[in-house]
């Protein structure tokens, strides 16, 4: 086996790996030897992100006003799918909180200032709210990586579940992607496997897939799975009146978004691509796309999405066999040289790949474009300073009531 696996090595011009591998023992050869099976080497056949693009076309949203109207009959109807055990939600969890300065999981981070407020204690104090509203449990799914599952798995039992029901929880990791050096070639890790990352928030319902996760999904007779983001504070999930206004427009999916502060704003806009529900980034637009508006001077692109979605279970299903596409990012990461020795490099050394939830909208027949108040919604920690700060996420906790 070590001998095929080294020919293929050589055949795919990753000589060092097959030499790193003879130098090991023989219990840390047959590891290795079975990391190496396991891992998906289509990335080696990665270029750079060319993915062409179809037509665009505006897709508006429900917007604050309308919402109003129907607030009540869209609650309603949301707290009935909650009560009969229709809603799941899926917290992807997988990212350490490195730009923070914080070496631990990002959801850990503690955001308080005269007490602590940890990250994944406002997304359970936020969910409380709506199961406390409907009388009902949710069940929750928290996505993690390698390196973070158990530290999380801890945390949470530590933290008595923030006062959630230890029961309706679960855990899932998501699968990890090789790593490539500016060469194309595979990297070692400090421990001396085959150096991978997480393979990014696109990959959730797959990797719910292979961790049976699903079947919990499927004897629980889920029909709906509200999938979003750790790093929002202010996150509202599983919100009833969000999940109402999906499922009386017919539609498939649904996704919170919010009005762009202003025509460059650097978001991802829902749209319309060849006829179907997608996003494009900021980048992706045209100086014409930008500043486009409507009769009523509205942008025509104007509402960004703030990873906050609504995906009927059967048609996820539908998903599972297609390949969503993998975008490079280049990034610094740690690895272990030649020589043995672990190097932490000053610059961005080596791409990881990743796929993007977004990508999943694109495979949906319809979705609903949801608006919310971003004052209200809208508080990511993305940076230490400045913009999606921690400073400017802990001024809208204030601002909404929230003690700190």
């Known amino acids: 086996m070590k001998h095929k696996i080294s020919e ?32 998906d080497l289509s990335v080696l056949n990665e270029g750079e992100n060319s993915e062409t693009r179809g037509r665009f076309e505006p897709l508006f949203a429900t917007t604050l006003g309308e919402i109003e109207e129907k607030r009540e009959s869209f609650t309603q109807t949301g707290l009935k799918a909650i009560r009969d055990g229709k809603v799941g939600a899926v917290l992807l969890a997988g990212g ?8 631990h999981p990002k959801g850990m981070f503690d955001i308080g200032i005269n ?11 936020n969910l409380l709210e709506v199961t406390n509203a409907a009388g009902a449990y949710i069940p929750l799914f928290i996505m993690t990586s390698a390196d973070n599952n158990k530290e999380t798995r801890e945390f949470f039992e530590k933290h008595d579940y923030f006062g959630y ?30 150096l991978t990352a997480p393979n990014g928030n696109g990959g959730w319902y797959d990797s719910m897939a292979k961790t049976g996760m699903l079947r919990v999904v499927q004897n629980a007779k889920i029909e709906w799975l509200n999938v979003f983001a750790v790093d929002n504070v ?20 649904g ?24 996003i494009v980034e900021y980048y992706e637009m045209t100086d014409e796309m930008l500043h486009q508006r409507e009769p009523d001077g509205t942008l025509s692109y104007n509402y960004g999405v703030i990873l906050n979605y609504l995906f009927r279970v059967d048609k996820l299903n539908g998903t599972l066999s297609v390949k969503l596409p993998l975008h490079r990012a280049f990034k610094k990461i740690k690895y272990m040289n030649e020589n043995g020795e672990v190097v932490v490099p000053g610059e961005p050394n080596a791409y990881k790949f990743e796929t993007l ?38 001024e809208l906790l204030r601002a909404n009531g929230i003690e700190l």
Not at 168 to 184: C, R, S
Not at 255 to 278: F, T, W, Y
């Open 357 to 394: 939830v977004l990508d999943m909208v694109k495979l949906q027949d319809n979705c609903l474009a949801y608006e919310v108040d971003r004052s209200k919604e809208f508080a990511p920690v993305k940076n230490k300073t400045g913009v999606d700060s921690v400073d400017t996420a802990q």
């Open 115 to 125: 007490r602590r407020l940890y990250i994944f204690e406002c997304l359970i104090n």
């Open 96 to 103: 350490q909180g490195s730009r923070l300065g914080f070496d």
């Open 8 to 39: 293929m090595l050589t055949m795919l011009h990753q000589e060092h790996i097959a030499a790193h591998l003879k130098k090991q023992s023989a219990e840390k050869q047959l590891a290795l030897v079975e990391q190496i099976n396991g891992l």
């Open 234 to 253: 202010l996150q509202r999930i599983a919100d009833p009146c969000f999940i109402g206004a999906v499922i009386e427009s017919g539609k498939v999916s």
């Open 165 to 194: 029901s230890s029961e309706n929880v679960w855990f899932f990791i998501q699968e990890q992607l090789p790593t490539l050096d500016k060469n194309g070639k595979l990297m070692i890790s400090e421990n001396g496997n085959v």
């Open 255 to 278: 996704a919170k978004v919010v009005a762009k502060a202003a025509p460059e704003e650097k978001v991802g806009v829902i749209c319309l691509e060849d006829g179907k529900p997608s």
